[in-house]
């Protein structure tokens, strides 16, 4: 015999379940479908965020007091605190770019591999 063979905890159990059932609908009705996930995604203080400058993970709501042991430099185009200068100036939008075919230095949205397809 074990213990949920006794009728008091069959009944005890049953409670349980009614009253896990009960919250389950209450907060159906609290948070409409999708918009736990807007708030887990965009809200929650404790979802996980990247440090934009070291890529560290952390909850979001220690990013703003985060200390980077890692030094930064400001890139010379856009102006953003970064780590890694020279791979940043490869993808920096506002640096500009030789196209190896064209020859020409331009600002380019797309990689340079992108450019060339293009071209």
Excluded: Y
Aim: charged letters at 30%; proline letters at 4%; one cysteine or more.
């Amino acid at each position: 015999s074990t213990l949920l063979d006794d009728p008091s905890m069959k009944g005890a159990l049953a409670e349980a379940e009614l009253a896990k059932a009960r919250v389950e609908n209450r907060l159906k009705i609290e948070f409409p479908k999708g918009s736990k996930s807007d708030h887990d995604q965009l809200h929650c203080s404790m979802r996980m965020q990247t440090c934009p400058t070291c890529q560290s993970s952390m909850r979001a709501k220690d990013v703003a007091s985060h200390l980077c042991d890692k030094p930064v430099a400001k890139c010379k185009h856009c102006l953003a605190d970064v780590v890694d200068v020279l791979d940043h100036e490869t993808k920096c939008e506002h640096a500009l770019k030789q196209c190896p075919h064209c020859l020409r230095r331009q600002k380019v949205k797309c990689t340079v591999s992108q450019h060339i397809k293009q071209w």
